[in-house]
Antibody, heavy 118, light 110 residues
Framework: QVHLVQSGSELKKPGASVKVSCKAS????????MNWVRQAPGQGLEWMGW????????TYAQDFAGRFVFSLDTSVNTAYLQISSLKTEDTAVYFC???????????WGQGTLVTVSS | QSALTQPASVSGSPGQSITISCTGT?????????VSWFQQHPGKAPKLMIY???NRPSGVSNRFSGFKSGDTASLTISGLQAEDEADYYC??????????FGGGTKLTVL
C-alpha cells in the first residue's frame, strides 16, 4: 500500500529555516514526481511546484521561487521541502503529493503544520 | 496566475445531486484534459476523486462524476450523503507547464 508520511509540526521564529520531510512507502520514490502544496489557515490549496525524482530537478511556481527548496534523498525514499528566512505569512500546512500524471496527485501526505511566530 | 473560479459554497439535501463548476481559460481547463478534483475534510489531507476530467480512481464511489465543456469543468455528486460534506478543489494543468487549483467550494449537506 502506498503512503506518504510527513514530519511533525514545527514552530519557528521569523528568519529561521525549516525542513519538512515526506517519506514514501509502498513504491520507489524515483518512479513518480513529487509535488508540494501549501494551505494557509482557512485558505485554499496552492501549488508550490514539483521535483523530478529521477534527476532531482525542481520546478517552482512563480510565488515560490527563492526561499523554497525541494530536494531528495533516494537512499531513504524521502523528499524534502526547505524554507529559509521564514516569515509569519509562511504559517501554513504543507503537503507533499505523489504526481502520477500532470494532475493526478495521489496519495497525499498527512500535512505538516509550520507555524512562524516570534 | 489567478486561481480557477469555483463557487464558494453549494448545498443539497441527502439523496439529491449537486454540481460544482470550475471555470478557467483556454490556456488551462479549455486546453488540456488534465483536470482533477479533490475532496478535503476538515483537518485532513485532500483526496483524489476525479482525474483527467472524467476518470475515477479505484475505491471512489461512482456517485462522483466529472465533465468538461469548453473552459469549464464540473464535478457532480449524486445521491448526496452526509459524509460528502467537505471542501472540493479542482486542479488543472496549464500551457505554461504549471498547475493551478480552484479556490475551493464548501459543500454542505442539509
Amino acid at each position: 500500500q502506498v503512503h506518504l508520511v510527513q514530519s511533525g509540526s514545527e514552530l519557528k521564529k521569523p528568519g529561521a529555516s525549516v525542513k519538512v520531510s515526506c517519506k514514501a512507502s509502498g513504491y520507489t520514490l524515483t518512479t513518480y514526481t513529487m509535488n508540494w502544496v501549501r494551505q494557509a489557515p482557512g485558505q485554499g490549496l496552492e501549488w508550490m511546484g514539483w521535483i523530478n525524482t529521477n534527476t532531482g530537478t525542481p520546478t517552482y511556481a512563480q510565488d515560490f521561487a527563492g526561499r523554497f527548496v525541494f530536494s531528495l534523498d533516494t537512499s531513504v525514499n524521502t523528499a524534502y521541502l526547505q524554507i529559509s528566512s521564514l516569515k509569519t505569512e509562511d504559517t501554513a500546512v504543507y503537503f507533499c503529493a505523489r504526481g502520477i500524471t500532470r494532475t493526478k496527485f495521489d496519495p497525499w501526505g498527512q500535512g505538516t503544520l509550520v507555524t512562524v511566530s516570534s | 496566475q489567478s486561481a480557477l473560479t469555483q463557487p464558494a459554497s453549494v448545498s443539497g439535501s441527502p439523496g439529491q445531486s449537486i454540481t460544482i463548476s470550475c471555470t478557467g481559460t483556454s490556456s488551462d481547463v479549455g486546453y488540456f484534459n488534465y483536470v482533477s478534483w479533490f475532496q478535503q475534510h476538515p483537518g485532513k489531507a485532500p483526496k483524489l476523486m476525479i482525474y483527467e476530467v472524467t476518470n475515477r480512481p479505484s475505491g471512489v464511489s461512482n456517485r462522483f462524476s466529472g465533465f468538461k465543456s469548453g473552459d469549464t469543468a464540473s464535478l457532480t455528486i449524486s445521491g448526496l450523503q452526509a459524509e460528502d460534506e467537505a471542501d472540493y478543489y479542482c486542479l488543472s494543468y496549464t500551457r505554461s507547464s504549471s498547475v493551478i487549483f480552484g479556490g475551493g467550494t464548501k459543500l454542505t449537506v442539509l
